[in-house]
């Protein structure tokens, strides 16, 4: 803070530390440099100085818990720093608060408290007074009044939940690699920015989204570059319809291919007067590499209940197995186009025709391949086997035959529409000699 006398002899006031953030470029060089004040900010009125002189002791009481470190009672001293500044002694505790309480009148309130002894506790209470994320803290020796002369209401324990008015949407895009690029892919977030008596922080945890997400400075910034980033998907978004109805899935394969291939990532925030990209630490991809890859897989899956039509849902809690990550590579594959080289075991069956097994064939298999996921059944997929190089012989004691493969043999699986009743082997008519 700064006074200044005027040229008649009057006193007025200067926040010099909010000047100082609004006119950085008049800070730089040497030299002097003209400032101008609000004549509002009379020393004569009482009341808007007072007012001032709070909040700032409030913000600087903030600072003071976060800067503290080691064994020293954290909720004590927020306690203390907040009866100060509202001018009450602390008191001890009493009973405990069931409901809401508070007086008609809640302009120019007077609160004072102990935080609830514990890390976690602290924990929410830095996240709300300094980054303004809302959270409910529990309390002892809540103690509230309108004024220095009106009798307090209190002491009482219970839980208190702060909510900062300071709050803006706005969309996240988090984008693979280090640096914008015309192909890369971007996530696009749901979110609030959330402004403290410190910080900012962003977060989407009162939005509806597929995914959790949040990012905020962390407990030993800017003394260090910490950032807190949560990120990771929300079950119960997945789990109350059929996956194809999840149009959130869609861009989710491609987007998480991009990331996996890239290895970093980089956020943007989609206001219209956005700041420069910010790149995530390099570990990013690495420490999400379980969600990256869960977004892929369910991308994809969404693609192909789509395509078939399935009405298949997740359940609740549910797990996807390597086996079911390979079962849904696969059958996005086939449903793609792509012709699959597969190693199959050997194969009996009975020939709807007459087999020479003194010749070589090749040979192709009509089928319809079950996709399951999570022990539940998402549906057929027709297609085609074409086998080639299998050795072909009987089954001792039965009139069916044996079709086994070697080293030089090779089995094609491709996406191919057929009626059930092709669905058996069956030997083509343009089968020649080896």
């Not at 004590?76 to 001018?87: E, F, N, P, Y």
């Not at 002894?117 to 602290?122: F, G, Q, Y």
């Not at 004024?147 to 988090?174: F, H």
């Not at 900012?200 to 407990?219: D, V």
Request: aromatic letters at 8%.
């Amino acid at each position: 803070m700064v006074l200044i006398r005027s040229m008649g002899g009057s006193l007025f006031w200067l926040d010099a530390q909010r000047w100082c953030v609004e006119h950085p470029d008049r800070l730089a060089g040497a030299g002097y440099r003209a400032v101008r004040f609000d004549r509002d900010s009379a020393l004569a009125e009482r009341e808007p100085f007072e007012a001032f002189l709070q909040k700032a002791f409030l913000t600087t009481a903030s600072r003071q818990v976060e800067d503290m470190s080691g064994p020293t009672s954290v909720d004590r001293q927020v306690s203390a720093l907040l009866s100060r500044a509202t001018g009450s002694p602390p008191g001890s505790a009493g009973s405990r608060l069931e409901g809401a309480l508070l007086p008609e009148n809640a302009e120019n309130l007077q609160i004072k408290f102990l935080a609830g002894d514990s890390a976690e506790n602290r924990k929410r209470l830095r996240e709300a007074i300094a980054l303004g994320l809302p959270r409910t803290v529990d309390v002892n020796d809540f103690r509230i009044a309108r004024g220095a002369a009106d009798a307090p209401i209190g002491p009482l324990s219970g839980r208190m939940t702060l909510s900062s008015q300071n709050v803006q949407p706005t969309r996240v895009l988090l984008y693979p690699g280090t640096r914008p690029s015309l192909t890369a892919m971007p996530l696009n977030l749901p979110a609030e920015r959330f402004q403290g008596l410190q910080y900012a922080a962003f977060s989407n945890e009162r939005l509806s989204s597929l995914f959790n997400f949040a990012m905020s400075p962390g407990q030993h910034y800017p003394a260090k570059a910490d950032i807190d980033i949560s990120f990771g998907l929300r079950n119960d978004a997945l789990t109350n319809k059929p996956l194809r109805q999840c149009h959130e899935l869609g861009p989710l394969a491609d987007w998480a291919e991009q990331m996996l291939s890239k290895g970093d990532a980089h956020i943007e925030l989609g206001d219209v007067d956005s700041p420069a990209p910010i790149t995530l630490p390099p570990a990013f991809v690495d420490h999400f590499a379980g969600v990256i890859r869960m977004a892929w897989a369910l991308g994809r899956l969404h693609a192909v209940t789509r395509v078939l039509r399935s009405d298949f849902a997740l359940p609740q809690d549910f797990e996807l197995t390597e086996r079911s990550l390979d079962d849904i590579g696969f059958a996005y594959r086939l449903l793609r186009g792509d012709r699959i080289a597969a190693t199959p075991g050997v194969i009996e069956f009975d020939p709807a025709v007459a087999i020479d097994l003194s010749k070589q064939y090749e040979m192709q298999i009509t089928t319809n391949f079950m996709v399951s996921v999570a022990g539940r059944q998402v549906g057929l997929i027709p297609a085609v086997v074409q086998l080639q190089g299998f050795q072909i012989g009987a089954v001792s004691g039965t009139s069916r035959v044996r079709l086994e493969g070697d080293a030089d043999s090779r089995a094609l699986v491709y996406y191919s529409e057929h009626g059930d009743e092709d669905s058996m082997m069956q030997v083509p008519p343009q089968g020649a000699d080896s």
